[in-house]
């Protein structure tokens, strides 16, 4: 099929077969923020594989694009397009495919993503989507591509069992920005975005987060697979520092970095002896987890330069934290906060750089009181090694809170505008107004009662950390 394929496209130089990049417009060209200018995993695993297995695919970005003519014209004269789409980009991957259509009405359209799994409904009504994959897609793609008639219009795709059988992304296939960004990005590495020193380079050393939050609930879309090797991650970073390098700083996607204590204690041992240079990163804990192992984390944090700790406090009420089934308490919180200070003073006092957490934080929970987010507000005012990450909640597919909240009809995200922004409004019946004011500093008096006169350490502003990442 494929040979049909090229044969078809001949005259055309490059392959019948298109990846597009899925985004908001613009992004690549003139980036509203650092973290839009990310490269996609999922296309720069999967494109990796079809070019190892021979299969040359065409990458176009609707990032890099700003209008929709731009793009309809970048689709023309293909015979297959690939999309990955998530929820928050299902609007921009539905438009793209009917376009697609309209240019090339015998071609075939495939997505996968995680879209797929979690609303397969919201898919199946797109007509112009011919083949939809669930799940993960390494061991679906190559026969996809090769004989998609062979396929059924829904397929459950086929993962790896570990990443260790993944491949090393070939970075060079993820798309280049607009040449009017390319001297600020450090392609095919990527743009700091204020928590390390570019170039970046973003990697996943595991796919799931075991744990339960009724927001989030990776573990019941994900496929369990087994963990990245130790040695595989610090070879590949060595690798792109002296191929594209030298790296500024590394982000780690994982949803859940701080888990599997061997894992982490084979890190420990040998990034700090084996990479080139003990980049300073970025990974993800959780607050009970740090209580469980604070040695580890401690060590972690002095030796191997994990110097920017995302932990998703979320809240700084109990009540509210059952409500997520967070499996975290307030005082797991406190633990944290405290211990980072403590690791980070005398950090401090040794003349070493100090630690600090990106702080997630959730505002506008269903059943949140007003007397929640402001204990919520001042654990966060509390926090004195802090990037704030502050949005509104929002009931994503996929969840548990998320699929209820859309069957009561009470969700505000629809499937034209699933996303994005962190001050949206994103559910009925919660009073937004009263949580702008919130994070105005309006309630700053209150606030500050619960705390003592060393602890008010911040501003009581709070608007600037509603941050979409
Ligand atoms: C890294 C990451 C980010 C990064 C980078 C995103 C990027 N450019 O790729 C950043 C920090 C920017 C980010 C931001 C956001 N993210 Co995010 N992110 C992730 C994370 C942790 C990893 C994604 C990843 O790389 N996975 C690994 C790759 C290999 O998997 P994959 O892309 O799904 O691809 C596989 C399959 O889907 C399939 N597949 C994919 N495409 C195709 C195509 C075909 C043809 C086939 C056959 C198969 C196939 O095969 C691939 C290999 O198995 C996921 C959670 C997770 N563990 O996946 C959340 C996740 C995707 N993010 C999520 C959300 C909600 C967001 C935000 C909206 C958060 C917010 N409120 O601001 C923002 C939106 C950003 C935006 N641009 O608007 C949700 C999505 C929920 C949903 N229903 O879609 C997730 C699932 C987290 C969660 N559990 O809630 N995110
Ligand atoms: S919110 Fe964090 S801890 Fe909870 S399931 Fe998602 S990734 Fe895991």
Not at 373 to 391: D, E, F, G, Q, W
């Amino acid at each position: 099929m494929l040979k049909r394929l090229r044969f078809a496209k001949a005259e055309r130089n490059n392959s019948p077969v298109l990846w597009l990049d899925l985004g908001d417009l613009g992004d690549l060209k003139s980036p509203r923020g650092p973290h839009e200018q990310w490269q996609d995993h999922g296309l720069g695993l999967l494109r990796t594989i079809l070019h190892q297995a021979g299969i040359a695919t065409d990458i176009e970005s609707a990032r890099r694009a700003t209008s929709w003519d731009q793009i309809q014209r970048g689709l023309a004269g293909y015979r297959m397009l690939l999309m990955n789409v998530r929820s928050y980009t299902f609007p921009i991957a539905y438009r793209a495919a009917q376009l697609f259509k309209e240019m090339n009405p015998v071609g075939v359209v495939m997505v996968g993503g995680l879209h797929a799994s979690v609303a397969l409904d919201e898919m199946t009504e797109v007509a112009a989507f011919d083949h939809i994959v669930q799940g993960p897609g390494e061991n679906t793609i190559i026969d996809l591509v090769r004989e998609p008639e062979t396929f059924p219009r829904v397929i459950q795709g086929q993962g790896a069992r570990s990443m260790a059988d993944w491949p090393m992304i070939d970075r060079t296939l993820w798309p280049q920005p607009h040449r009017r960004l390319k001297k600020k990005y450090p392609w095919p590495l990527e743009p700091e975005c204020g928590w390390g020193p570019g170039p970046v380079v973003t990697l996943l050393t595991s796919r799931v987060c075991p744990w339960r939050c009724v927001f989030c609930n990776e573990s019941s879309y994900i496929a369990n697979m087994g963990r990245r090797p130790v040695d595989a991650v610090i070879d590949e970073l060595n690798y792109l520092d002296r191929t594209h390098g030298p790296i500024g700083s590394v982000v780690i996607h994982d949803s859940m970095f701080f888990q599997h204590p061997k894992w982490l204690r084979e890190w420990l041992e040998k990034y700090p002896r084996r990479a080139n240079k003990v980049w300073p990163y970025w990974a993800a804990a959780r607050a009970d987890v740090v209580r469980e192992w604070p040695d580890l984390f401690e060590a972690l944090i002095r030796e191997t330069n994990w110097n920017l700790i995302s932990i998703g406090f979320e809240s700084g009420s109990d009540r509210v934290l059952r409500i997520l089934n967070k499996e975290c308490t307030v005082e797991d919180n406190f633990f944290a906060i405290d211990l980072l200070d403590r690791i980070a003073s005398e950090m401090e006092a040794e003349g070493r750089p100090a630690p600090r957490f990106w702080t997630n934080i959730m505002l506008g929970i269903p059943g949140e009181t007003r007397e929640d987010a402001v204990a919520t507000m001042r654990m966060v005012k509390y926090m004195r090694r802090s990037l704030p990450s502050i949005s509104f909640y929002a009931p994503y597919p996929g969840s548990a809170l998320g699929y209820q909240l859309i069957a009561e009809g009470k969700s505000r995200m629809t499937r034209e505008n699933y996303h994005r922004f962190p001050d949206d409004e994103k559910v009925q019946g919660i009073d937004y107004p009263f949580y702008r004011e919130l994070l105005a500093g309006k309630f700053d008096q209150e606030i500050n009662r619960g705390l003592d006169a060393a602890a008010g350490r911040q501003s009581g502003v709070f608007a600037h950390a509603l941050v979409k990442a």
